[in-house]
């Protein structure tokens, strides 16, 4: 592991010695910041409205409307950033020619993927760590989250975060080219995004979908396997789908196989084409 660990190393001063992770890290906080910003405002108009209701006053719960929505939102901030910090792990190595050097070192092709998977892990877990000040500030108000189930969700979007790295790291390894990388991997994580509103719309019953025109798409590529069927089987390979429950403070297992499953298999891939790489 101490080679794993070297070329762990190297990837992080190698990030902090551009302007990238300055740069990636500045816009993820700025924007998260903002989003609890306006998600707080909300939160406090509406307690200000309602807090005299009892009724109204058990519904307000700033995990729900304040925590959850910065979550949710930071997914999508992935969705744009992880690109960018996976584009040139493996495609910046193969342009400079440094590949060769490096693979021609007492090191196996599994220590360089994990190295350089552990490297962009170390500046996800900075860009998140520097997020927690949002819960910490909410504890120091009447407010008074529930810091369980918001360390759950931070555990959840460790998880997706890494499964999005794993993805950026293949496509990676496939091109030189860090702009192809970047948009490769946008490309491919849109579609596991999309997967998850395909299986929202399979799933709803075909007597109240209100466009006579979708039901007939949705008749036609039912594949057999029947709307529900397939709207399932779509929600279960879903990486968004399967962050619901961290989102919502639930621990659950199953998710957390699905997501060592997942970046096991992304890293396993990355590594056969290393390897097949390596011996051309």
């Not at 504890?139 to 931070?154: E, I, N």
């Not at 279960?236 to 619901?244: A, D, K, N, Q, R």
């Not at 997942?262 to 011996?279: A, N």
Request: aromatic fraction near 12%.
């Amino acid at each position: 592991m101490r080679n794993t660990f070297a070329i762990a190393g190297r990837e992080i001063r190698g990030y902090f010695s551009s302007p990238l992770a300055y740069v990636v890290i500045g816009v993820f906080l700025v924007l998260s910041g903002f989003i609890f910003w306006s998600a707080l405002i909300y939160y406090s108009e509406a307690c200000l409205r309602y807090g005299s209701n009892p009724l109204y006053r058990e519904q307000l719960n700033v995990n729900a409307m304040v925590i959850r929505p910065i979550f949710g939102n930071m997914v999508f901030m992935f969705l744009m950033m992880i690109p960018l910090l996976s584009m040139g792990l493996l495609a910046e190595e193969r342009r400079a020619g440094t590949s060769e050097l490096l693979f021609t070192c007492p090191i196996t092709s599994a220590q360089v993927v994990l190295g350089k998977f552990l490297g962009a892990t170390g500046l996800l877990f900075v860009m998140l760590s520097g997020t927690l000040v949002h819960p910490f500030l909410l504890m120091a108000t009447d407010a008074r989250p529930d810091m369980r189930s918001a360390f759950v969700g931070y555990l959840g979007l460790l998880f997706m975060g890494m499964a999005f790295l794993g993805v950026g790291l293949l496509i990676s390894s496939l091109t030189e080219n860090q702009i192809v990388a970047a948009v490769g991997s946008f490309g491919l994580l849109l579609v596991l995004w999309v997967v998850s509103l395909l299986s929202e719309s399979i799933t709803v019953p075909l007597g109240t979908v209100m466009n006579s025109l979708t039901v007939g798409i949705w008749s036609a590529i039912g594949l057999g396997l029947g709307g529900p069927a397939l709207g399932e089987l779509l929600s279960s390979i879903s990486l968004v789908e399967h962050f619901e429950d961290f989102r919502k403070g639930i621990l659950d297992t199953r998710h957390v196989v699905f997501y060592t499953t997942f970046i096991f298999l992304s890293l396993f891939l990355t590594q056969r084409v290393v390897e097949s790489q390596k011996w051309r």
